[in-house]
């Protein structure tokens, strides 16, 4: 686990008052709002993050696949061949050896997968509000119930 030193906590400032609002492992985009009040000089901020819409093909992949899950995906793999070469040679056990490893697979992924699932849905959804917010200001007579 000694590779995990090389990943270290980065702070991210308020570009107004310098104050740290966040601080983080990764310094890669993540899916959420791009503009945010800093809660110590009510400034709005530029933040890291990008809606889903208006990242680019490898952002969006990059926020898909990122260090903590090749750290996972590492730790999974070692689990599996770990599990797989104590199973041995026995089918019995092999069979079981690979239902444990797809079970652990599914408990360390899914609260990833779903997190990044509500985030882009969120996104998406904010998006279409501010469109919403957008057209109601262009046309005032054309307001919807
Ligand atoms: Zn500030």
Known sequence: MLYLLYLRWTNFNCP???????????TSPRVGKEIQVCKYCKKQFRTLDLEWAHMT???KLGYL???WAIVWLLV????????????????YHL??????LLFFGVIIFSPMGLRRW????????????NELANNRYSTPGNRAA
């Open 57 to 59: 093909r490898g952002q």
């Open 76 to 91: 999974y793999g070692l689990m599996g061949m770990t599990m797989l070469m104590t199973a041995g040679q026995d089918k």
């Open 95 to 100: 069979g079981g050896a690979l239902l444990a």
């Open 16 to 26: 107004h008052c310098k104050q740290r609002y966040t601080s983080r492992m990764m």
């Open 118 to 129: 509500f985030a882009i849905r969120k996104s998406i959804a904010r998006l279409k509000g």
């Open 65 to 67: 696949i990122n260090e």
